[in-house]
């Protein structure tokens, strides 16, 4: 691997090629090998890319009819997994976590339609450890390392009363990863979207144990605890299944796997899953349907078997492969041909044997068509105003805007474009002065937002103001036009900021509950507290930081001041830009799988009952103990 560097007097000679060691170039070059770090607030942080490299080799193992159980224990900062499997052949421990391109996956006739591919995973995550211990257990005899940022510290190799199998435990490298902490529901999700995919396999999450019976229905349940419209339709093919059922609220939740990897960002797979599924039904009922009108409230999921996928990226989040190999190496059918077949050749004629079911999916459709109808009928009343351009009075742009194509200066920019909704002519003008314009934009809004959980769609989709937000996102025609990575709430930390914020939830919970689940859409933290002397200002987000700074600056003779903020508006630009710069601290919106979320709406944004306003009365606190603070200390 060679690494350019220009000498301070501006030349390029043979003392700036540079050769690295594997290990060396993967702490150097992380995001090549884990995509981005991360403190551990997303699914997709690196944190929980290289323990799902770990887990992925384990699973590997189960493919191949090794070992049914695997066991997983993890805390904020550390994690363990140990496996039944056949064990890393003992004379190769060490090569085999930390010598880049060492891998038996390489060999095919060991390994056949599994998740790990290139001998990268594991290296990346001994590399990026501070501690990174292995163990392999085979027949009796056991061999073992420890590892400090990739580098060798001991070894040994003894007998061993320890059952077949591999044990891995690592500590993230806090510079690598900064205030990192790992998120058990997170993982938990990761832990069942395995389970789901390999039937007979139990998992062990921190002393709980997570097996399948059912496969991929057991990921629909999961996925929507509140009963579907009808039974799941759950089809099976060699080297493919399926499953799909609606859900009686708008968008969609559609999971995508290769190989038991769960792909987050779907990939090829999905896309033809998507589009089979719609030809399928426009097909069966033959009437004046779009596959949007097919789609809306769908849940489902796509599972197929494949060797050597190509992915996006290490990470594995998307699928990249346009073909299939054959059983003899040849080239098969491509992703597309074989889902839609498979999908298009069954699916019609399961809706003939099941007409219930036929008639529950076509009412679903009717619904989709009359409210599109609604829509379109909305939009033509307003198609010359410019409430419905994406540049509309609301927006404050940037130039860089996620999923597009632009130069490689800016390319950084892509993944970092986010969008900051706020309230209030203050708020959002501070914002859009402290913000970075080449990847962050600002939308205001005046005041509350409908309350769209009590309100009709067509009153929803009236409404300017959310109208303009969507249509600045880019998600009128679905989240493949999202013009922003990120969707960050920007409200103020006292009662009208709240409920702005439930607002805003409930209004992307019912209409776009994908962007959710797809981890886009984040609270903004900022902080409650300055605690100020005359050598130096502290900013904390919590009393319990707030106590600790005022305990620890209180020792010295200086008076310490101590500011609240109860509003953005009060903090000045110079502090804001270092709020939303490179330590921003967000709070993503993640859904509860094992929560119902329609009964969640109810309760916080339905009738105001008497169980809500007992609940309001049992939490209630004044001011004064939300604040708990003094002047001056």
Request: glycine share 8%; hydrophobic share 35%.
């Amino acid at each position: 691997m060679e690494d350019k560097h220009l000498s301070s007097a501006g030349n390029y000679t043979d003392e700036n090629i540079r050769t690295m060691e594997g290990m060396k170039h993967i702490r150097l070059r992380p995001g090549m090998y884990i995509g981005g770090l991360g403190n551990g607030t997303d699914p997709r942080h690196g944190i929980y890319t290289i323990l799902k490299e770990v887990i992925d080799n384990s699973v590997d193992e189960f493919t191949m009819g090794f070992g049914k159980n695997i066991i997983v224990d993890v805390d904020e900062k550390t994690a363990s997994v140990r496996d039944y499997g056949q064990g890393i052949p003992l004379g190769s421990v060490i090569k085999a976590v930390s010598i880049l391109n060492t891998s038996g996956r390489f060999d095919d006739s060991v390994y056949q339609k599994t998740i790990g591919l290139n001998g990268v995973g594991i290296k990346a995550t001994n590399a990026l450890s501070l501690d990174f211990y292995v163990a392999s257990y085979r027949n009796g005899e056991g061999s073992w390392a420890k590892f400090s940022q990739g580098e060798l510290v001991d070894s040994g190799r003894e007998k061993t009363s320890e059952k077949n199998g591999t044990f891995v435990r690592f500590t993230p490298d806090n510079d690598m990863f900064p205030n990192y902490a790992y998120r058990m529901e997170i993982i938990e999700q990761m832990v069942r979207n395995y389970t789901c995919v390999k039937v007979g396999l139990t998992i062990t999450f921190n002393g709980r144990a997570y097996r399948s019976e059912n496969g991929l229905p057991d990921w629909i349940t999961y996925n929507i605890p509140e009963s579907p419209l009808y039974a799941p339709i759950h089809l099976q093919g060699e080297d493919i299944e399926m499953i799909l059922t609606h859900h009686d609220g708008s968008g969609t939740i559609i999971g995508s796997f290769v190989n038991g990897q769960f792909t987050i960002d779907g990939g090829t797979h999905l896309s033809a899953y998507k589009e089979a599924v719609a030809r399928a039904l426009m097909d069966f009922y033959k009437k004046d349907y779009t596959p949007e009108d097919c789609r809306q409230g769908l849940v489902g999921a796509i599972y197929i078997h494949m060797q050597e996928p190509l992915f996006t990226s290490q990470q594995k989040i998307a699928l990249q492969s346009e073909r299939l190999i054959g059983k003899n190496g040849e080239p098969g059918p491509t992703i597309r041909s074989f889902i839609n077949d498979f999908i298009c050749n069954n699916l019609g004629n399961y809706l003939l044997i099941h007409k219930d079911i036929a008639t529950a999916i076509e009412n679903k459709i009717k619904q989709a068509y009359k409210l599109r109808q609604e829509i379109i009928q909305i939009r033509n009343r307003n198609k010359n105003s410019k409430a419905t351009s994406v540049y509309n009075e609301n927006l404050r742009d940037c130039r860089i805007h996620y999923g597009t194509h632009t130069s490689k200066q800016m390319a950084q920019y892509i993944d970092k474009s986010s969008i900051f909704i706020t309230e209030g002519k203050s708020a959002s003008g501070t914002i859009t002065n402290a913000r970075n314009p080449n990847f962050q934009a600002v939308f205001s809004i005046r005041g509350k937002s409908k309350n769209s959980y009590r309100s009709s769609d067509a009153k929803v989709l009236e409404n300017v103001e959310l109208r303009n937000l969507v249509a600045a996102l880019g998600i009128g025609d679905g989240l493949s036009g999202l013009r922003y990575n990120k969707i960050i709430i920007a409200s103020d930390a006292d009662d009208d900021g709240m409920h702005i914020r439930m607002l805003l939830i409930t209004f992307f919970l019912k209409y776009y509950r994908e962007l959710i689940r797809e981890g886009h859409l984040y609270i903004l933290e900022t902080p409650l507290f300055r605690i100020k002397t005359k050598r130096e200002n502290r900013y904390c987000y919590s009393h319990e930081e707030r106590n600790a700074a005022i305990a620890e600056l209180s020792k010295g003779k200086e008076k310490v001041e101590i500011t609240r903020f109860k509003g953005l508006g009060e903090i000045n630009e110079k502090e804001f830009r270092d709020f939303i710069g490179e330590n921003i601290r967000l709070e993503p919106i993640v859904i509860d799988e094992a929560e119902d979320v329609n009964a969640l709406l109810e309760f916080y944004m339905g009738n105001n009952t008497f169980e809500r306003q007992q609940f309001i009365m049992r939490n209630l606190r004044s001011q004064d103990e939300i604040e708990g603070v003094d002047d001056d200390v």
